[in-house]
Structures are given as C-alpha cells and as structure tokens.
C-alpha cells in the first residue's frame, strides 16, 4: 500500500490495494486512514459489480 497526502489537512491516495482482494488487515487499515483523513481516493479499481457489494458488506 502506498499513501500519499492529498492536502495538508485533509484527504489520503491509496495506491497498490485491489478491493477485489483485500484481507482484513488491509481493510483495517484503509478503515484507520478514512476515519483520519476523512476522504480517501483509491485509484486504478478494475472490479466488478459483486466486488464493491463484497467490499461494500465487510465496512
């Protein structure tokens, strides 16, 4: 996973996740940077409908 700030205040890019495939620690993770940053972009997202419903489910 590769982070970098958006602004200096508020926002986080996360780079190298597939939501597809994410275990629990990963999840966790992305969970800790939302509730920090309060927006987070996750870039380069090639899935399918069952794979957001599936992501959309464990959050």
Avoid at 5 to 22: C, D, F, R, T
Avoid at 25 to 33: G, P, S, T, V
Avoid at 49 to 59: A, C, P, Q, R, T
Wanted: glycine share 4%.
């Amino acid at each position: 996973m590769k982070l970098r700030q958006l602004h200096k205040s508020i926002g986080i890019y996360i780079e190298n996740v597939n939501l597809a495939n994410i275990d629990e620690i990963i999840f966790k993770e992305i969970q800790k940077l939302w509730m920090k940053n309060l927006i987070i972009v996750l870039p380069n997202q090639n899935i399918y409908d069952e794979d957001y419903i599936n992501f959309g489910k464990i959050w």
